[in-house]
Structures are given as C-alpha cells and as structure tokens.
C-alpha cells in the first residue's frame, strides 16, 4: 500500500456550502412538488408512461431533500470518506455509511426511472395505431433494472470499515491526516483493504455506462420512429409527441451531465489522489445537488402545457360554451372519425 505523508485534511466545517445546502434545499423541494403537481394535472399523458414520469419526479424530490436537507454531505478528499452535518445525524443520530447507501439507492433508482421512461415513451410511440400491450422482456427489464439499485446498494452497505481498520488505514496511507478523526460521525473506505467497496464501484461503473448507452440508443430509435407515424395520426396529435420526445430527451440529457461531470471529478480525485482536493470535492457536491430541480426545470420550459398550467394560476382550460339553445343530433359515421382522429394527443 502507497503512502501519501503529504496529504492533510481540513477539519473545518465548509459553512458555505452547508448553507448552500439549505437554501437550495428549500427550494429544491417547492420546485420538485411542483413538477409532481403538473405531471399529475397533465390528462394527456398516457398511463405507464405518466407512472414512470410520476415515479422520476418523486425520487428526484427524495434526493434533492435527503442530500441537502436530511443528509449535507462532505466528502474529505483526496481519502475515500467523508462526514454528513444534516438531520438524519443531528436529530436521529443515523451513521454516515447508512446515510450514504440511502444515497446511492436513490441515485441509481433516478437513473433506472429515467432508463424506464425513455425506454417507455419508445414502446408507446412505436405501437401508435396498434393494440399491444407491453411485452414480458419489457417488465423484465424494468424490474432487473431497478433491482440493480438495490443490489449495488446492499453490496456497499457491507463495504464499511471497523473503527480500528479505519485508524490502520489512514495511519499507514494517510499519516499526516490523523486528525479526520475528530470530526464526529466519519467513515472512511478503501477499494484495496475492503474488496466490496471494489465490487461496488465496478458494479456502480457498469451501471451508469450501460445507462447511456440505452438511453442513447433508444432515444435515437424514439427520433427515427416518430417521423414514420406523421401520416397515421393527425397534424395536433404528431405535434404533441414531438414535444412530449423532446422535453424527455432534454431531461435525461441535463441531468446526465450534471451527475457525470461530479462524480467522474471525484472518481478522479480518488484514483490519482491530488493532496488540497477539498474545495474541488466542495464544489462538485453543491453542482451534483443541482441535477434534480434542474430536470423539473427543464421539464417545465421544454413543455409549453406546463407554461400554460403556471400562467394560468394552475386553473384549467374550459371550453367557451355558447348560450344560444343548439339542436343537437347523433354524429354521422364519417364526423365520428374525424372526431376520433383530431383527438387531443397522449403524450
């Protein structure tokens, strides 16, 4: 084992960024109930698919409130650890390694349901004008690709450290980073001492890649089908899919990015080890707790119904009905189809 005697740790509490913590949780947390609201408002959208979008906006409210609110990490940089400030600890007392399953556990279970929409959205717009139901490989694929969360998850929750394995190690790699210990509730991983933690960053690897490469490759199906459906529905309902296709590209795009671009920064610092990497580790953490609210973000601007639903005073749109008396009669076969095909989309 290589040791590092010019690393040294910071063992003051970075304020800033607990207080960034806390005012973007606040608002974290208004802006994703108001995602919530306006998907559930939404009747055009059609049911799995509305499930899933449902399920993604609650997790990212889950993970936006357990990272700035509950949780408020630090990680202590270049050592694989770190320490959490938030209520689970102040008020429940709950360690920093249960703290940090529960956050992996969301994280993966974010990226599942954003694999599980585009993957939807896909199977919804390739069965327009057909009764299919959704075939048993693509359930399969939904319940393996969440279970997946919970097995990485269960792997790491028996990747901590006894207290002495933790002193041994930060004596032998890290001597002159003794004093991380006087922070209250640290927890310290090594990928060489603790061979889970290795099986848990390959499993964690493998699905974050495979997540893209999905994503990517059924967004690029999603693009090339919905074009050949043009003639089969009307001009209104096309439109709407093309919208419906383009704010959950721009969801899962965004957010992709704001968590690779952190995490692979820490990854980084990990494997290389660069001694006063703790304001980078600071930075990283107030940019990963963005990815959240900046889907509903996107979400909100690339919808032009969910504009409406805000300007609107979240009312909705009622037809103007004439109050002169109109004799009303059964609708002729051939308006009965028009009718059917100017239906108002599903997204």
């Known amino acids: 084992m290589y040791t590092y005697s010019e690393v040294t740790i910071d063992v003051t509490k970075p304020t800033f960024l607990l207080t960034f913590y806390s005012i973007h949780g606040t608002f974290a947390l208004v802006f994703n109930i108001l995602g919530i609201f306006l998907i559930m408002k939404n009747p055009k959208i059609v049911k799995m698919y509305k499930g899933f979008m449902i399920n993604m906006q609650i997790l990212s409210l889950l993970a936006d409130a357990q990272t700035t609110l509950l949780m408020q990490p630090v990680y202590i940089l270049p050592i694989i650890g770190g320490y959490t400030n938030g209520l689970l600890w102040q008020v429940f007392r709950l360690s920093s390694h249960i703290q940090m399953a529960m956050f992996l556990l969301l994280l993966y279970l974010q990226v599942a349901s954003i694999v ?83 099986i848990t960053t390959i499993l964690f690897a493998f699905m974050l890649t495979s997540s893209i490469v999905i994503s990517f490759y059924f967004s690029v199906r999603l693009l090339k089908t919905l074009p050949s459906k043009r003639n089969t529905i009307s001009a209104r309902s096309f439109r709407g899919h093309q919208i419906a296709v383009t704010s959950l590209m721009a969801q899962a795009t965004v957010p992709f990015l704001v968590l690779i671009i952190p995490i692979g920064t820490i990854v980084y610092l990990f494997v290389h080890v660069l001694p006063n990497a703790q304001e980078i580790s600071n930075i990283m953490m107030a940019v990963y707790s963005f990815h959240a609210s ?51 989309p599903e997204m």
Request: net charge positive; aromatic share 12%; proline share 4%.
């Open 294 to 344: 900046l889907s509903t973000f996107v979400m909100i601007i690339s919808t032009p119904q969910y504009r409406k639903m805000i300007r609107r005073g979240f009312r909705a749109q009622h037809p103007i009905i004439s109050t002169q008396m109109t004799k009303v009669g059964p609708p002729s076969a051939d308006i009965s189809l028009r009718l059917k095909k100017l239906s108002a």
């Open 116 to 198: 599980c929409a585009i993957v939807t959205k896909y199977h919804v717009v390739s069965n327009i004008g057909k009764l299919s139901d959704r075939s048993i490989l693509f359930w399969i694929f939904v319940i393996v690709y969440h279970g997946c969360a919970f097995v990485i998850t269960g792997f790491f929750s028996v990747s901590c450290l006894a207290r002495q394995e933790e002193e041994n190690l930060i004596k032998t790699k890290f001597p002159n980073a003794i004093s991380v210990f006087t922070l209250e509730n640290v927890a310290i991983y090594d990928l060489q001492v603790n061979k889970w933690m290795m």
